[in-house]
């Protein structure tokens, strides 16, 4: 059974940090190119950052400079690293597999977990 599971979000004024964790189950991990994505209220769900299975990442132009997308493949875990946070990076955010399509855009081919929310106010 498949099962992505994050955690880490909360609670952070303008210029904090937060560090998530996505622990996925029930697929070969290693070969698979995995993301975080995010979607704010009223707003799609967008792919902020990606890394392929050797770990070459990928970041949207929002986030980059500031959050870093890493992977342990021996405990099937992907990370975000959020620094510089502002108010638009409130979202809740997933994880999932970011496969390319024909149209050149990158989505996910695993249900949805539950999501973490990350709230940044001032």
């Known amino acids: 059974q498949v099962q992505l599971v994050e955690s880490g979000g909360g609670l952070v004024q303008p210029g904090g940090s937060l560090r998530l964790s996505c622990a996925a189950s029930g697929i070969i991990f290693r070969v698979n190119r995995m993301g975080w994505y995010r979607q704010a209220p009223g707003k799609q769900r967008e792919l902020v950052a990606r890394?392929?299975?050797?770990?070459?990442?990928t970041y949207a132009d929002s986030v980059k400079g500031r959050f870093t997308i890493s992977r342990d493949n021996a405990k099937n875990t992907v990370s975000l690293q959020m620094n510089s946070l502002k108010p638009d990076d409130t979202a809740v955010y997933y994880c999932?597999?970011?496969?390319?399509?024909?149209?050149?855009?990158?989505?996910?081919?695993?249900?949805w977990g539950q999501g973490t929310q990350v709230f940044v106010y001032s």
């Open positions: 999932n597999t970011a496969e390319s399509w024909a149209d050149g855009s990158w989505g996910p081919t695993l249900p």
């Open positions: 890394i392929s299975s050797s770990g070459t990442p």
